[in-house]
């Protein structure tokens, strides 16, 4: 079956750097872009970046445009986001989420989330 | 930004009816979606494109959408399905998410 497992979360000060990763299995990887989308208490799930399915193009939110890059390595099956010049409030659960129609367009209006990984929480210290 | 707003809190008997709003400026002409988060677990999707369900997703998970508002409806509502639920659509750049409604099968 389709899984996405997460992977880097932790405990790191305020405007360092972390790198998680996203390795999936059960699909056909190079037909499906990867969403990333982080959820706090406070502000609830927030959608972050996404890779396309031949990682041609990347989309970011603004709150991390400049600050966070989106890879994908298809000899791995894997997606990475790596976190730069990390603030408190980035501190969230990280879910990566694979798309849930293949190759799919920007923006995906007719496209969603399925399914989502476990999470990695990743917490920022001031 | 475009805003999704739920109802913080929905409580329901069990076997009943349960609806749960979300709304945005002309929600009715975005696709919307629908996402289950038990305690402890991911998301999960239950709805997509407005009306649809994805396979093992039970038939008494229903939603529509129109004007202003989608709404998600529960019948015959179980234990099993007190969880949080999440709307969400995309705007020109962005997917955004509603606040979230707990749903209470007390």
Redesign the interface.
Known sequence: QVQLVESGGGVVQSGGSLRLSCATSGFTFSNYGI?W?RQTPGR????VAFIQYNGNNK?Y??SVRGRFIVSRDSSKKTVYLQMNNLRPEDRAVY?CAKE?LASGNW?????????????TLVTVSS | SYELTQPPSVSVSPGQTATITCSGDRLGNKYTYWYQQRPGQSPLLIIYQDIKRPSGIPERFSASNSGNTTTLTISGTQAVDEADYYCQAWDSTSARFGGGTKLTVL
């Open positions: 969403h989308v609830g799930l927030e959608w989309y939110a603004d879910y849930g923006p995906p209006r007719n496209n969603y989330f399925d399914p989502w990984g476990q999470g």
